[in-house]
T-cell receptor, first 116, second 111 residues
Framework: GAVVSQHPSRVICKSGTSVKIECRSL??????MFWYRQFPKQSLMLMAT?????????EQGVEKDKFLINHASLTLSTLTVTSAHPEDSSFYIC????????????FGNGTRLTVT | GENVEQHPSTLSVQEGDSAVIKCTYS??????FPWYKQELGKGPQLIID?????GEKKDQRIAVTLNKTAKHFSLHITETQPEDSAVYFC??????????FGPGTSLSVIP
């Protein structure tokens, strides 16, 4: 089945530093990838949609300069949290879809970000 | 904007009993409804999905029903087992190609 690998699974960083999270589709080409954020015991909130080779589309209220998304290839998308602050601490999850908009979303195992 | 509601937020059942989770969606143009299971510290795992041209779909102990007129869809798990304990999310794909999640249901199956 379709596998999405997300790395790292956990990261701790200091306030003011930047953190990069990678999302890879291992056995399929992902024309579209989605980034979600999840707070404890809450649902997944869509942050942005990225299509390979084009700029990401951000949801309302998500700062594009703070959450930089790059989708440079059909198997890799990255999310960089710039100048991280404690309130950015959260569980970040990527998902990928192969080709057609009718294809299901497959999720990575998430990245637990803690900003101290 | 688009919204997905889900009930109940928590559900406890005895092993072997059935569990039902219900969702409603707001975007009448939504045409795809996946269900995900999330275990602690992991990403969501797709367990079943249904499209708008189908009223019901079953996969072993799991079934999903869809009522497009009422904008309701439900997940049914029969013969529940302890390993079914997890958080379950319903979702709907909107006309803008976004998958919006419900708030989740924490299911506990008591041995």
């Amino acid at each position: 089945g379709a596998v999405v690998s997300q790395h790292p699974s956990r990261v701790i960083c200091k306030s003011g530093t930047s953190v990069k999270i990678e999302c890879r589709s291992l056995d399929f080409q992902a024309t579209t990838m989605f980034w979600y954020r999840q707070f404890p015991k809450q649902s997944l909130m869509l942050m942005a949609t990225s299509n390979e080779g084009s700029k990401a589309t951000y949801e309302q209220g998500v700062e594009k300069d703070k959450f930089l998304i790059n989708h440079a290839s059909l198997t890799l998308s990255t999310l960089t949290v710039t100048s991280a602050h404690p309130e950015d601490s959260s569980f970040y999850i990527c998902s990928a879809r192969e080709g057609s908009p009718r294809a299901p979303l497959h999720f990575g195992n998430g990245t637990r970000l803690t900003v101290t | 904007g688009e919204n997905v509601e889900q009930h109940p937020s928590t559900l406890s059942v005895q092993e072997g009993d059935s569990a039902v989770i219900k969702c409603t969606y707001s975007d009448s143009a939504s045409n795809y409804f996946p269900w995900y299971k999330q275990e602690l510290g992991k990403g969501p795992q797709l367990i079943i999905d249904i499209r708008s041209n189908v009223g019901e779909k079953k996969d072993q102990r799991i079934a999903v029903t869809l009522n497009k007129t009422a904008k309701h869809f439900s997940l049914h798990i029969t013969e529940t087992q302890p390993e079914d304990s997890a958080v379950y999310f319903c979702a709907a794909k909107t006309s803008y190609d976004k998958v919006i999640f419900g708030p989740g249901t924490s299911l506990s199956v008591i041995p």
